[in-house]
């Protein structure tokens, strides 16, 4: 993957302009819960495990 440079001012006023949901994603995704998601978005892409649909969550 090729490097990317991005100045610390040009981050700071990107993460500035992000909403609340975006804002918490990105909090997320820094954090040790993010590691967690990557791994299981990857599961999930691989297909290694079955997504459970709304219906069969909720019984409906």
């Known amino acids: 993957m090729p490097a ?3 100045s610390i001012e040009t ?3 990107t993460i ?3 909403n609340k949901k975006d804002l918490e994603v990105l909090s997320l995704l820094l954090s040790n ?3 967690e998601l990557l791994k299981r978005k ?3 892409e691989d297909k290694s ?3 459970l649909s709304r219906e069969e969550v909720f019984d409906v």
């Open 4 to 6: 990317i440079k991005v």
């Open 11 to 13: 981050l700071a006023e």
């Open 16 to 18: 500035k302009k992000l």
């Open 33 to 35: 819960e993010g590691k």
């Open 42 to 44: 990857k599961e999930i």
């Open 49 to 51: 495990i079955k997504i």
